[in-house]
């Protein structure tokens, strides 16, 4: 089966997928080990279904100017990179080299088949098995997209380090104050007594009033207080550290994917708690019948033409699905392939009414 480039598919349906399709090309590519092997360049998809079959891979990480077609089923595309975790460089240099553009011919892909099949024994296969059928079988892991969406949410990761909060500096220095102390001090004072004399007696000898001077000396002491001042240690300062624990409380918003269902008409579903399920009509797709032949003509022709395009959103979201491995596109697809055949049943009833009206 011949592949066409995923650009030449996405341009003649530009009108249906709009953007609603992942597009790998520029995407970093990695191979075993995690290591950067180069960039993806395009992808090669089934221009019937829109299924991507291959990627188009620069390994110029490895080897200089040569690219390879490398089938999708050994990619896992992770964020903005595609990661062929099985891939080595002994197998890309034994692999066909290609140029965007170029017809990736079926002798080409089976050799570089046979490159991988023979490194990888979770792909191999009997070769007569697929190159007889010319095809791709559903059980062929080489060429299975993933059909695993997986859901993110965000959790707290919460980590501490230490800084210095604050410090302390501790030192002496001298303040005064006025005292006052009571000391009992003594002194010494004259006491003067005179005593008359009632006898008086006769001085003897030749004596003179005032010839005969005296002067008597008495010294008088008392005490004075000597002030000193002498240092005594009134207090001990030790400085240390502890540890204490306080609990803080922070808020933070986290985020988290929720799986999007879409259903059609009467569907039930099990195991589908905690998903946003939506549920839409089948769209304005029939013209209202006005009771004649020319009304339900009419209104089979407007069916036929929301067929046609209900058929073409199917495969624009096939497309989607089979770039992304999303099976919400998976959905939307089976949802659009069943508008298209109600509407389809619709047109045939009209153009069965308008037959009994004529």
Known sequence: MRLIPLSELTNRHA??????????????????????????????????????????????????????????????????????DNLTKDQVSGMQAYAVGQDYSMDA??????????????????????????????????????????????????????????????????????????VPLQREEVVIERHTVSDGRAVTGDVRLGEDSQTMRVDLEAERANIGKEAYVTEEVSVGKRTVTETQTHTAELGREVLDVNKTGEVRMDGMSGTDTRTSGMGAGTLGRTGSAAGDVASAGGNKLEEGADHLRAMGHEVAGAVTGNPKHDALAAEDRAKANMNNDQADRDMMDADRKI
């Not at 089934?46 to 990480?61: A, F, H, K, N, Y």
């Not at 024994?121 to 997209?145: I, N, V």
Request: charged content about 30%.
């Open 15 to 84: 009108d249906v997928l709009g953007n609603d399709y992942y597009d790998p090309t520029g995407s970093t590519a990695y191979g075993l080990n995690g290591d950067r092997i180069g960039t993806i360049r395009g992808a090669l998809a089934e221009p019937e279904t829109g299924r991507i079959r291959s990627l188009i891979v620069d390994v110029g990480g490895w080897f200089s100017s040569k690219e390879v077609v490398v089938p999708v089923g050994m990619a896992r595309i992770e964020g903005d990179g595609v990661y062929f």
């Open 109 to 182: 892909q089976y050799a570089d088949e046979r490159v991988l099949r023979a490194a990888n024994p979770q792909y191999a296969m009997d070769e007569q098995s697929y190159t007889r059928d010319r095809g791709y079988r559903s059980d062929d892991a080489l060429y299975q997209t993933p059909d695993r969406l997986q859901l993110l949410e965000e959790r707290l990761i919460v980590n501490k380090d230490r800084f210095v909060a604050g410090s302390v500096e501790i030192g002496k220095h001298v303040e005064t104050r006025q005292e006052s102390v009571q």
